[in-house]
């Protein structure tokens, strides 16, 4: 059986645990060495851990905790843009897809858990919605080749890398505003561990807003690659345990329906990855959640 392992609060206790049939199993009391999962993952120590969950029973029921981000405080949140064919052609700009990958930066408090409300600012009604996959780093490296780039993975989650449209062209060519407003993207609900290139060849990603498939594509047809973005970012800067690398969506987010669609309070947004699992959030405007 799969191990799934994830963050979440209960009783104001920041705690992580193995998901269960039923809720969760807390195994954080038994590892204090480990106050997050990224010191989970920085210790090379799921085996570890996932066998100490083994013949557990639930320590918290479904609906007694809250779902927090997976890696609470990484180092890193880099995130690619414009990675399937698609969303280069929304460009509509006549040129090929460029040789490197976009990227920009977001800030962790940009985002929530599973099943937690994304927050529609009272600066602008275009909170939009972008489902994508997610790479978390388990092992240190500067410059690593393309070769040996999957080595460097530890752990797979899902992403709604929500964005406010209007604020990401704000300025002339970036994108920071529109991607780092408090609480309007989710990360989750939890890892899976990342075992090998099969298992990320060709998952489907799929998002579905209140039911409705929005976005649907494979990783397969990336431009760049998991090897490709870990080279390139690596190339400048130090990729360590627990870096959240958010891989990039496909086409049909809410900004490019004609007419534009945004999200609003009482939507469900759903990212599902084959293999992962599904990242299901509502929406509320700011100071109603």
């Known amino acids: 059986m799969t191990v799934r392992l994830a963050q979440f609060s209960a009783q104001g206790a920041a705690l992580w645990g193995a998901v269960a049939d039923g809720g969760m199993i807390a195994l954080s009391p038994a590892f204090p060495e480990f106050p997050t999962l990224r010191e989970v993952i920085a210790a090379d120590a799921w085996d570890q851990v996932a066998q100490a969950a083994e013949g557990r029973d639930v320590t918290h029921a479904n609906g007694s905790f809250t779902w927090d981000i997976p890696i609470p405080a990484p180092e890193k949140i880099i995130c690619v843009g414009v990675n399937y064919p698609d969303r280069n052609a929304e460009y509509k700009d006549g040129k090929d897809a460029p040789p490197n990958p976009s990227l920009f930066i977001r800030f962790a408090r940009s985002f929530v858990g599973h099943d937690a409300p994304l927050i529609r600012p009272p600066e602008s009604p275009q909170l939009d919605y972008e489902g994508e996959i997610v790479i978390v780093i388990g092992k240190a490296g500067r410059r690593i080749s393309q070769a040996n780039a999957l080595d460097h993975i530890s752990a797979l989650t899902m992403c709604n ?9 704000h300025a002339k060519f970036n994108v920071t505003q529109g991607k780092n407003f408090d609480r309007t993207g989710a990360i989750g609900p939890w890892l899976v561990r990342y075992r090998d290139e099969s ?3 060709n998952i489907r990603l799929e998002t579905r807003v209140n039911g409705e498939v929005r976005q649907s594509d494979h990783t397969a047809r990336m431009l760049f690659s998991f090897r490709k973005i870990i080279e390139y970012i690596s190339t400048f800067t130090t990729l360590v345990p627990g870096d959240v690398i958010v891989t ?7 900004a490019r329906l004609d007419p534009p669609i945004w999200l609003k309070p ?7 990855a084959e293999g992962i699992g599904t ?6 405007d700011e100071g109603e959640a």
């Open 161 to 169: 890398e929500g964005t406010i449209r209007d604020w990401v062209r």
């Open 266 to 272: 009482g939507d469900v947004v759903e990212v599902t």
């Open 248 to 254: 990039g969506t496909p086409t049909g987010a809410g």
């Open 279 to 284: 990242l299901r959030n509502t929406v509320a």
């Open 199 to 201: 298992q990320i060849a």
